[in-house]
């Protein structure tokens, strides 16, 4: 039904769109809103008045040098983190307790891999072994199928 729906919505929106090539209701109410437009300047005015809060808002960011603090102050921090990152691996505590702690992380992750694989072979001898397709009887009343 959603399909059938579909179809059926489409097929009103095709023949909406062709009754108003017809009639060309869009085209006139586009052809009125540009003539109103003309009559009282409504894109030059607004073009007009953006062009003067772009320029405004420069003005006001060149009084209070806004973009050059703001560049000023990411540029300091960004060394500021720059430099407490150097220096924290550079002490030689922070180093060793890193070095043990990737240590540590691969032997257990050797140990977990033994584990399971060792695990899996225990699984594996404790099952008794399974007959082949061929030896298995099909259920009382069934034939095997060939």
Avoid: C
Wanted: charged share 25%; aromatic share 6%.
């Amino acid at each position: 039904m959603l399909a059938k729906g579909f179809i059926l919505g489409k097929d009103a929106v095709g023949k909406a769109k062709a009754f108003d090539e017809k009639l060309g209701f869009t085209s006139t109410a586009t052809a009125g809103v540009a003539s109103i437009d003309q009559k009282i300047g409504l894109s030059q005015k607004i073009t007009a008045g953006t062009s003067l809060v772009t320029e405004k808002i420069k003005g006001v960011d060149q009084s209070f040098q806004v973009t050059e603090r703001t560049k000023s102050a990411f540029a300091t921090a960004e060394q500021t983190v720059s430099s407490a990152g150097t220096a924290v691996m550079k002490n030689r505590f922070v180093l060793t307790g890193v070095s043990w702690a990737a240590g540590a992380f691969n032997r257990v992750a050797k140990a977990a891999g033994e584990v399971g694989q060792k695990t899996k072979e225990k699984v594996e001898a404790e099952q008794p072994p399974q007959p082949s397709q061929s030896e298995q009887k099909p259920p009382e009343g069934y034939s095997p199928l060939h």
